[in-house]
């Protein structure tokens, strides 16, 4: 995926969440509650975090896979709720996206059948970047 970021970039984090972690994420602007129900379906993820040197700024990157839509569907809400807690109001809702102009750039979260993914990014360029370096739903071995 780094191959698809401009030149300079270097993946610095190749690894899971994790259910747990997903669920702590959330509560840092969520009742327990809602974030427990929210990471109860976790399925597995891959989380990445990317830097560029030479302009000091990262970008992360989080796919997850819920067990069912209804998880999916559990987790897209909640994850709104925490954005709105975060960032205040997105900038582009939509019933299966939305996205957030925040201090240091974008944050994205898009739900596709059973899977998220979340990008906080520098600038709309490396966003885009990512979105079509991750197209989901994204297949995955059984």
Do not use: C
């Not at 000091?56 to 069912?68: E, F, G, M, P």
């Not at 990008?119 to 991750?134: G, H, R, S």
């Amino acid at each position: 995926m780094s191959d698809a970021l401009n030149s300079g970039w270097e993946e610095t984090v190749h690894d899971a969440l994790g259910e747990w972690s997903t669920r702590m994420f959330l509560n840092e602007y969520l009742p327990i509650d809602e974030a427990s129900l929210a990471a109860e379906g976790w399925g597995g993820d891959l989380l990445l975090f990317f830097y560029h040197e030479e302009d000091d700024v990262d970008a992360l990157v989080l796919i997850t896979q819920w067990d069912t839509m209804r998880d999916a569907h559990e987790f897209y809400a909640a994850f709104l709720d925490y954005g709105l807690s975060r960032y205040g109001d997105p900038e582009r809702p939509s019933s299966t996206s939305a996205r957030w102009m925040v201090d240091d750039g974008i944050s994205y979260f898009e739900r596709v059948s059973n899977q998220t993914l979340w990008i906080l990014a520098p600038d709309e360029q490396t966003l885009d970047v990512l979105q079509k370096a991750i197209p989901l739903p994204l297949r995955t071995s059984s």
